[in-house]
């Protein structure tokens, strides 16, 4: 029987920044297992977007760290690739007084971490993108060192590192249950092999709660589905993504040229549901006419569904479990996996190796939901 | 011919030589290949690279063309402005 030091489920960013991470600091055996191929999931579904304008103390923190490890990863990964990193800022639009005042909130505290971001009037959005439409905002936020990367590839980068370092991947294998004797960790069932372990990750995204209920624990989360489309390329005109929580949209060109939006369906049911629907492609054309009407003379080429994993306060579980031994999650994203990732496979990497966490990262356990206990509740979401 | 300059999807300007490489890196699949190349996510949706790189896949694994699987196809059949469906939305 295969004996190893960790086994982490998903080969999502998650999971693999996670091996990374472990096998930098020295783990030797680490087995990443996925029932598809890397980016195969939420991974490879996401609106690519890094932002740092966050609501809650912990997302700002965890996006801080994870935007200052992209900005040297492509040399830290030894990454042959461009990343297609870009650092053109987001640009969040208001749309009341009420919104307003809770940005001024969130600039506030964003500050407080060291942040870059400001509030902005109209005229001072418009100079920042010159296409919106003036009527459809009354005041924004912006922070310059936000942006996007390549998902797939910046996937591959934490895999090809972790590969020279040592990780093994087991891709088009499915773990079906986790050996669990006296409240630890003892091995992972595949359909294929039966792996002896101490230690499992469950970086499992979308099938998280899934692969919580294998080991007998019960992780708040839920998968929904939430949609995005791509239009053809063009030439650059929009350096800044642009984002409204109020008109339910996001928009951002990508280097390689086309437009990619998305926007959450508040009629969504949890589920494992990834399918496209006309109504999508409705709202998301009349929404992105009103706010970018130049953006609605480009032609739509393709849409997509990917699942959001969503935790009861839309901040990440990043933790250990005090009642099963060994065992170690990072879900919960709400939507922000891809953007977390970094810091996401430093924390666990932490706990696994018993360093000392910081203070914010000790809010992000499980253990925050239990007895109702009333957690910081994220809204900047989308 | 030079692999170089056998281009097999136009949108994306990849060639046969960039669908090799990521053969010989250990993709297997369409679905990888797309993740990595954007092969079959432009404006034809792979209209005309798939059955080209499903060949190259064939051909690389030694498999039927047939048993090598279709890459997942999502709407549109063929791209619409924003403007155009915006304008005619229900609701």
Redesign the interface.
């Known amino acids: 029987m295969n004996k190893v030091d960790a086994v982490i489920i998903g080969a999502g960013i998650s999971g693999l920044a996670t091996a990374y991470f472990l096998a930098k600091k020295g783990m030797t055996d680490i087995i990443v297992i996925d029932k598809s ?4 999931g939420s991974t ?1 579904r996401c609106g690519a977007g890094v932002r740092q304008q966050w609501g809650t103390k912990s997302n700002c923190i965890l996006a801080k760290k994870s935007i200052e490890f992209f900005e040297t990863a492509q040399e830290v990964l030894e990454y042959e690739k461009d990343l297609e990193f870009k650092q053109e800022g987001y640009l969040i639009l208001s749309t009341s007084k009420e919104e307003d005042k809770e940005f001024a909130k969130n600039v506030k505290l964003q500050k407080s971490i060291g942040i870059p971001s400001r509030r902005c009037t109209i005229e001072e959005a418009l100079e920042i993108v010159p296409h919106l439409n003036p009527k459809s905002f009354t005041s924004a936020t912006f922070c310059n060192t936000d942006g996007h990367i390549n998902p ?2 910046m996937s ?1 980068a934490f895999y090809l590192a972790g590969k020279k370092l040592g990780v093994k991947y087991c891709f088009y294998e499915e773990v079906k249950d986790i050996i669990v004797i006296d409240n630890e960790i003892c091995g992972v069932l595949t359909d294929k092999q039966k792996i002896q372990t101490k230690i499992v990750v469950n970086a499992a995204g979308g099938f998280a709660k899934e692969v919580g209920d294998m080991a007998g624990i019960d992780i708040p989360v839920y998968s929904e589905n939430h949609e995005i489309l ?3 390329p063009t030439r650059k005109i929009q350096g800044p993504m642009v984002m409204s929580f109020s008109k339910n949209i996001y928009c951002q060109q990508v280097p ?1 040229g086309s437009f990619l939006m998305g926007r959450s369906n508040p009629e969504a049911k949890p589920s494992h549901d990834i399918s ?1 629907s ?1 109504k999508f ?6 929404t ?2 009103d706010i970018l ?1 130049e ?10 569904g990917g699942s959001y994993n969503v935790s009861p306060d839309h901040q990440p579980i990043i933790s250990n479990h005090e009642e099963l031994k060994g065992y170690y999650m990072a879900c919960g994203y709400s939507g922000h996996g891809f953007m977390f990732a970094p810091i996401t496979g430093e924390l666990i990497s932490q706990m696994i190796l018993k360093e000392e966490l910081e203070d914010y990262a000790k809010e992000l356990n499980i253990k925050r939901f239990k007895d109702n206990r009333i957690t910081d509740f994220e809204k900047s979401v989308v | 011919m030079n692999k170089k300059d056998i281009i097999i999807c136009r949108c994306e300007d990849i060639s046969l030589a960039d669908i090799h490489k990521c053969l010989e890196d250990g ?3 369409f ?2 290949l797309k ?2 190349l ?1 092969v079959g ?3 034809c ?1 792979g209209q005309t690279c798939s059955i080209l790189i499903r060949r190259e896949i064939a051909n690389y694994f030694d498999k039927k063309v047939e048993d090598v699987v279709v890459h997942k196809t ?3 059949i063929a ?5 155009d ?2 304008d005619q ?3």
């Open positions: 191929f890397i980016t195969s490879g797939f590839l591959e791509v239009t053809e390689h496209s006309w492609l409705d709202h998301m054309s009349k992105v006419c009407p953006v609605g003379k480009l032609r739509v080429i393709r849409t997509w | 993709y297997t699949t679905e990888e993740r990595i954007r996510m432009g404006p949706q999502r709407p549109l791209g619409v402005k924003l403007k469906i915006a939305a229900d609701e």
